[in-house]
């Protein structure tokens, strides 16, 4: 069974940084596209980004050149680096792993605000 745990969300100023891990358990991790996408109040899930297992990264137009999503397969997790954070970034961050089916984590807030 497929267990994805998000950790490294929480409260942070506009312009700053997080960092998202997802710890996963219960598939090969190493021949899954992981990803992250998000949730914001009253809005539909959207994708953040995705990581395919041979490392090809595709991104939403709004996070290119601030976000970067890695992976290492050692450790199962994968990671999501936020910088240049805004309001508009708040959302509720869920991991997702994809072979055909797809897997999601619980979900963690993040909250820009000043």
């Known amino acids: 069974q497929v267990q994805l745990v998000e950790s490294g969300g929480g409260l942070v100023q506009p312009g700053g940084s997080l960092r998202l891990s997802c710890a996963a358990s219960g598939i090969i991790f190493s021949i899954y596209t992981m990803g992250w996408f998000r949730q914001a109040p009253g809005k539909q899930r959207e994708l953040v980004a995705i990581i395919t297992s041979g490392g090809t990264t595709n991104y939403a137009d709004s996070m290119k050149g601030r976000f970067t999503i890695s992976r290492d397969n050692n450790k199962s997790t994968v990671y999501l680096q936020m910088n240049s954070l805004k309001p508009e970034d708040t959302a509720v961050y869920f991991c997702?792993?994809?072979?055909?089916?797809?897997?999601w984590g619980q979900g963690t807030q993040v909250t820009v605000s000043s």
């Open positions: 997702y792993a994809s072979r055909g089916s797809a897997s």
